[in-house]
């Protein structure tokens, strides 16, 4: 099993262009979720989802979007990167909301 | 919102000590989950915590369920080089009859005594 799978694992962009974070997970996992990391702040929720089809907002969810077609995969959009942007992002799956979560090992995004 | 509060924010271990470190906040939580974070890596589950009081053990890492449910210990026996990164406690709300999502709190940075 490979997990929860990210890409890229590194990312430059410039202000105010668009990219899509994938996040791909093999353990049939319903829940899914966005976290970002930044120093000093802990990992805060940008968006998260219960099943193929149902997303919803998380504590910051403002200047991302997802989308979840398939219960595998479940990817990240930035409409037009901002330097406050940069950060570390991290995918996570789980059986549900009450358990815990399985982690992927992060894109790691710089807006210039 | 909802916010933990995690301690110490950073220490020192020397090989052979003992560690520990805690999460508290003023709300309920129903769940409780100790994470690591090695460097360049994402957050790997340590412990999982689903009832008040309950102590549970994985190897050398102890962690408990408040009796309160509004916090959790973790703590390192006999520490070892490898045990250096960062340790998040995350918690799971309980909103009178609902679940919330995780909350995480802000990590505890073990490193070694120079």
């Known amino acids: 099993n490979a997990g929860v799978t990210q890409t890229p694992k590194f990312q430059v962009l410039k202000t105010g262009q668009s990219m899509t974070l994938q996040c791909a997970q093999d353990?049939?996992?319903?829940?899914m979720s966005w976290y970002r990391q930044d120093p000093g702040m802990g990992l805060r929720l940008i968006h998260y989802s219960v099943g193929a089809g149902i997303t919803d907002q998380g504590e910051v969810p403002n200047g991302y979007n997802v989308s979840r077609s398939t219960t595998e995969d479940f990817p990240l959009r930035l409409l037009s990167a901002a330097p406050s942007q940069t950060s570390v992002y991290f995918c996570?799956?789980?059986?549900?909301?009450?358990?815990?979560?399985?982690f992927g090992s992060g894109t790691r995004l710089t807006v210039v | 919102g909802q916010q933990l509060n995690q301690s110490p924010q950073s220490m020192f271990i020397q090989e052979g000590e003992d560690v520990s470190m805690n999460c508290t906040s003023s709300?309920?939580?129903?769940?409780w989950l100790w994470y690591k974070q090695d460097p360049g890596e994402g957050p790997v589950l340590l412990i999982a915590l689903y009832k008040a009081g309950e102590l549970t053990s994985n190897g050398r890492l102890t962690a408990q369920f408040g009796i309160t449910r509004k916090d959790s210990f973790l703590n390192i026996s006999a520490s070892i080089p490898s045990d250096v990164g960062i340790y998040f406690c995350?918690?799971?709300?309980?909103?009178?009859?609902?679940?919330?999502?995780?909350?995480f709190g802000k990590g505890t940075k073990l490193s070694v005594k120079p």
């Open positions: 353990m049939n996992h319903e829940y």
């Open positions: 996570a799956s789980s059986f549900g909301q009450t358990y815990g979560y399985t």
């Open positions: 995350a918690g799971q709300p309980y909103y009178g009859g609902s679940q919330g999502n995780l909350i």
């Open positions: 709300s309920i939580f129903n769940t």
